[in-house]
């Protein structure tokens, strides 16, 4: 029997680490659009890495101010709407860049990239679990975490709700 994936805070962003990160972005977007825009991204619509450098200018979509996501891994494709402010900036800079491709860079280049902006020791990947704890969250919707992140089988999803009742049950009995 395969032993099932399970979430700890080394896996995703606290929210203090959040908030130091997303400041620490905001303040160099101007300077490093390319690299703070493909890391937002990541943070803001649970793509996995190679799925946001798959990006094209075209899977931007300006009436819904969204970005539609090519599915890996036997994923699901999605739309995952962003802020507006966010997509504006996403826009100016794809209007400013040439080729089709929105981040033209390689796989190494962005866990770099990320090794430079990240807020504590935790991997690349842990913008998705922390996008995907957040929606829970927020919505306590599972069948939407699913969909947002492109999960063919819902089993796959459950951990963030599992995650997420366990800390908040434990937190009650406890403290």
């Known amino acids: 029997m395969q032993k099932r994936y399970s979430l700890n805070k080394n896996k995703y962003l606290l929210p203090n680490e959040i908030e130091h990160f997303e400041r620490l972005l905001e ?29 094209k200018k075209s899977d931007l979509n300006s009436s819904d101010e969204s970005v539609f996501i090519q599915g890996l891994k036997g994923s699901s494709d999605r739309e995952i709407p962003i802020k507006s402010s966010l997509f504006k900036k996403l826009t100016k800079y794809a209007q400013a860049t040439d080729g089709d491709k929105l981040f033209p860079i390689s796989y190494n280049r962005f866990r770099q990239i990320w090794d430079l902006y990240r807020p504590a020791q935790k991997k690349l990947h842990s913008l998705r679990h922390t996008f995907a704890i957040q929606l829970y969250r927020k919505t306590k919707d599972i069948r939407l975490v699913q969909v947002a992140l492109g999960h063919r089988n819902v089993m796959n999803t459950m951990i963030y709700a599992d995650y997420v009742y366990s800390q908040t049950e434990l937190r009650k009995l406890i403290l």
Do not use: F, P, V, Y
Request: hydrophobic fraction near 45%; proline fraction near 0%.
């Open 27 to 55: 303040d160099h977007i101007d300077s490093d659009a390319r690299n703070c825009l493909a890391l937002l991204l990541a943070l803001k619509t649970g793509g996995r890495a190679q799925e946001i450098l798959n990006l």
